[in-house]
Structures are given as structure tokens and as C-alpha cells.
Nanobody, 116 residues
């Protein structure tokens, strides 16, 4: 089994920055392929924010392009989400998802609140 733990959320003013981390454990015999960040705001569906493949290929939601950067450390099976120029509409619970060849795993989420 793989455990996924997010950290780095918090309260920040609009225009500020936060860096989220997604750490995995229990994956020593499992190859983690794609690592992705999703978010869910109150009353809304969970949506993809950014994802990164094992080879470093990335994709972003249009709403965060140019402001957010996803990266990963394959040796540590850890992913990061650098969030700059934060807006109140970025307020949500941010979840990390990691997948292997046969299944995926979710973390419990970390709250990001952006005040205006």
C-alpha cells in the first residue's frame, strides 16, 4: 500500500504564495507514475489543478497556468506545487493523487484559504 500525505496549506492574502508538498510512503516496490494535484472548493466538484509524469511532463488547468508550478523528486516520490499570485478563487482543499500501473491513491487533503 501507498500512503499519501499533503502539507503546506494555510491562510494567505491575495497575491501571496504557498508551496504544497505531497509525500508518499510504502512505495518502495511500486513505481509511481503520474503525481497530480486536485482541488475541491465548497459546493464544487473536484478538479485537476496540475499533474506531472514520471518523466517530467506537465499539464495545468487553464485557471492556474503561469501562476502555479508542479515539480517532483522521483528519488523521494514527492511532488510539490508552488503557487504564486494566489487569488480568493484558489481557496479549496487541495488533494494529491498518485498512480501506478494498476491503481491510484489519494491523500487526505490540505486546506488553502486565500483572503481578499
Amino acid at each position: 500500500q501507498v500512503q499519501v500525505v499533503e502539507s503546506g496549506g494555510g491562510l494567505v492574502q491575495a497575491g501571496g504564495s504557498l508551496t504544497l508538498s505531497c509525500a508518499t510512503s510504502g512505495s518502495i516496490f511500486i513505481t509511481i507514475n503520474t503525481m497530480g494535484w486536485y482541488r475541491q472548493a465548497p459546493g464544487k466538484e473536484r478538479e485537476l489543478v496540475a499533474a506531472i509524469s514520471r518523466g517530467g511532463g506537465t499539464n495545468y488547468a487553464d485557471s492556474v497556468k503561469g501562476r502555479f508550478t508542479i515539480s517532483r523528486d522521483n528519488a523521494k516520490n514527492t511532488a510539490y506545487l508552488q503557487m504564486n499570485s494566489l487569488k480568493p478563487e484558489d481557496t479549496a482543499i487541495y488533494y494529491c493523487n498518485v498512480d501506478s500501473a494498476y491503481r491510484d491513491w489519494w491523500g487526505q487533503g490540505t486546506q488553502v484559504t486565500v483572503s481578499s
